[in-house]
């Protein structure tokens, strides 16, 4: 009898554990996919860029544009060129991926365009 003590009672501890990590998996809340990153990896697709760029790096080299672009003295060319090296792309598709991330991602900045206020060199977005 005390052998079949032992017995149970690590088998029950196991169960126990198991029902916990399978209510927590149940309780989880779901990824929700973003909108907005799902929209610019769509157009960075469209576009013939990222290749076989995981697109989650993708995402974080667009969301690294905007805050490179406030930083003073940093023009679009400037971010094309560290965009470009971070990813491997040609320079021509690297200007193409900063305008996506800046039209997606950077809302501000679209908002500053807008409103007749330019916050980098419109010209060297081929504007």
């Not at 149970?8 to 149940?26: E, F, K, N, Q, Y």
């Not at 971010?79 to 090296?85: S, T, Y």
Request: glycine letters at 12%; charged letters at 10%; one cysteine or more.
């Amino acid at each position: 009898m005390l052998q079949v003590r032992r017995l149970t009672r690590p088998i029950g501890l196991i169960a126990v554990s198991a029902g916990l990590a399978a209510t927590a998996s149940l309780l989880a809340a779901p990824a929700q996919a973003d909108p907005t990153t799902d929209a610019f990896l769509n157009a960075v697709s469209g576009a013939g860029l990222g290749g076989t760029t995981d697109p989650a790096s993708l995402v974080a080299v667009g969301q690294s544009v905007c805050p490179m672009l406030s930083d003073p003295g940093q023009n679009a060319a400037d971010v094309a060129a560290k965009v470009a090296d971070s990813t491997g792309m040609s320079l021509g598709g690297a200007n193409m991926f900063t305008g996506l991330a800046i039209s997606f991602l950077c809302p501000r900045v679209v908002d500053s365009i807008a409103g007749g206020q330019s916050p980098i060199p419109l010209n060297l977005l081929g504007i």
